[in-house]
């Protein structure tokens, strides 16, 4: 069953492109400046992977806590110094990689900056393609937010942030059922960087080689599509962050234009943001500054209530 679009039954721009153009425009690596694209992916991993061996050395940390049965239903804490573990701030993050590359090992930037003011940083795992499929991400996503708050029941809240497929899962937990979970998150907040909202055009990409989505997989795993016929529940009720950066694609900024708007239209307590001067990885990549622009909107937002 097909699910009615937001837009009317407009012809999205992208179905106007040759399948050639639309590979492009969710090649993310593609649209970076400052590097060539196999440079701009070599080094977002090393800078990853440096920041979380970092971490994990200076950090009190409990590493690989499971939240499922899954090998892969894993998620790490990182503590700040002087804060009770039950009744800390959570900032919980989820990697991005088209579903199907990305790693909790490599995911840190964040860690130093929040945990020196007494947020603490939860990395989550989760089975990408070809062994995951979206929805069983989405499920995982789901599970590992319960799992969080029956464990700190007492936490002071749960901000949530996603970064390019990471934000799509993120968004997806607005639409979650936590009746079937037993527990509903103190989820305070949602930070999406440069997401993916309408899973459609994935399905004309070589991405669709591992995901093997059909487009009935698509339109039930795309908040674009479902957020607008949902009664917005009184919780969680989130205050939300889209932001994107100077250097995405037209897609991936046409994409996160529109979510915004359904945000708006929807009664969400929603704003946007373009971020100067970044791409698609440098977004994520600067979070490791305390100064950066994102970081400052991160710890306002989490003190707003304070």
């Given at each position: 069953?097909?699910?009615?679009?937001?837009?009317?039954?407009?012809?999205?721009?992208?179905?106007?492109?040759?399948?050639?153009?639309?590979?492009?425009?969710?090649?993310?690596s593609?649209?970076?400046?400052r590097?060539?694209?196999?440079?701009?992916?070599?080094?977002?991993?090393?800078?990853?992977?440096?920041?979380?061996?970092?971490?994990?050395?200076?950090?009190?940390?409990?590493?690989?806590?499971?939240y499922?049965?899954?090998?892969?239903?894993?998620?790490?804490i990182?503590?700040?110094?002087r804060?009770?573990s039950?009744?800390?701030r959570?900032?919980?993050?989820?990697?991005?990689?088209?579903w199907?590359?990305?790693?909790?090992d490599?995911?840190?930037?964040?860690?130093d900056?929040?945990?020196?003011?007494?947020?603490?940083?939860?990395?989550?795992?989760?089975?990408?393609?070809?062994?995951?499929?979206?929805?069983l991400?989405?499920?995982?996503?789901?599970?590992?937010?319960?799992?969080?708050?029956k464990?700190?029941?007492?936490?002071?809240?749960?901000?949530?942030?996603?970064?390019?497929?990471?934000?799509?899962?993120?968004?997806?937990?607005?639409?979650?059922n936590?009746?079937?979970?037993?527990?509903?998150?103190?989820?305070?907040?949602?930070?999406?960087?440069?997401?993916?909202?309408?899973?459609?055009?994935?399905?004309?990409?070589?991405?669709n080689?591992?995901l093997?989505?059909?487009?009935?997989?698509?339109?039930?795993?795309?908040?674009?599509?479902?957020?607008?016929?949902?009664?917005k529940?009184?919780?969680?009720?989130?205050?939300?962050?889209?932001?994107?950066?100077?250097?995405?694609?037209?897609?991936?900024?046409?994409?996160?234009?529109?979510?915004?708007?359904?945000?708006?239209?929807?009664g969400?307590?929603?704003?946007?943001e373009?971020?100067?001067?970044?791409?698609?990885?440098?977004?994520?990549?600067?979070?490791?500054?305390?100064?950066?622009?994102l970081?400052?909107?991160?710890?306002k937002?989490?003190?707003?209530?304070?």
């Amino acid at each position: 069953m097909e699910v009615s679009r937001a837009d009317g039954g407009a012809e999205a721009p992208w179905k106007k492109m040759s399948k050639e153009l639309l590979q492009i425009q969710y090649s993310p690596s593609r649209w970076v400046i400052r590097q060539s694209a196999e440079e701009a992916l070599e080094t977002y991993s090393q800078l990853g992977t440096q920041a979380t061996s970092r971490a994990r050395a200076t950090k009190k940390i409990l590493l690989d806590v499971s939240y499922g049965d899954g090998q892969r239903e894993k998620l790490d804490i990182y503590f700040p110094d002087r804060v009770s573990s039950q009744t800390v701030r959570f900032f919980v993050f989820v990697h991005g990689g088209m579903w199907q590359c990305g790693s909790k090992d490599m995911s840190a930037f964040m860690v130093d900056p929040l945990t020196s003011w007494g947020v603490a940083v939860v990395i989550v795992a989760y089975d990408i393609a070809p062994i995951g499929t979206v929805d069983l991400m989405v499920d995982q996503l789901t599970r590992s937010l319960a799992f969080l708050q029956k464990q700190y029941p007492s936490n002071r809240g749960i901000y949530l942030c996603g970064h390019s497929a990471g934000a799509h899962l993120a968004a997806m937990m607005l639409l979650a059922n936590w009746t079937e979970h037993g527990v509903t998150p103190n989820l305070k907040a949602l930070f999406l960087l440069s997401g993916i909202y309408d899973l459609e055009p994935i399905t004309h990409t070589s991405d669709n080689d591992l995901l093997h989505l059909t487009l009935e997989d698509a339109q039930k795993n795309s908040p674009q599509l479902l957020l607008p016929a949902m009664l917005k529940p009184v919780a969680p009720n989130p205050r939300m962050l889209v932001i994107l950066a100077q250097h995405d694609s037209p897609e991936f900024q046409r994409q996160s234009r529109e979510f915004f708007q359904v945000l708006c239209q929807g009664g969400w307590e929603v704003a946007f943001e373009e971020l100067p001067d970044v791409d698609h990885f440098s977004v994520l990549e600067n979070l490791s500054k305390a100064d950066y622009l994102l970081s400052q909107m991160i710890l306002k937002t989490i003190f707003s209530e304070a």
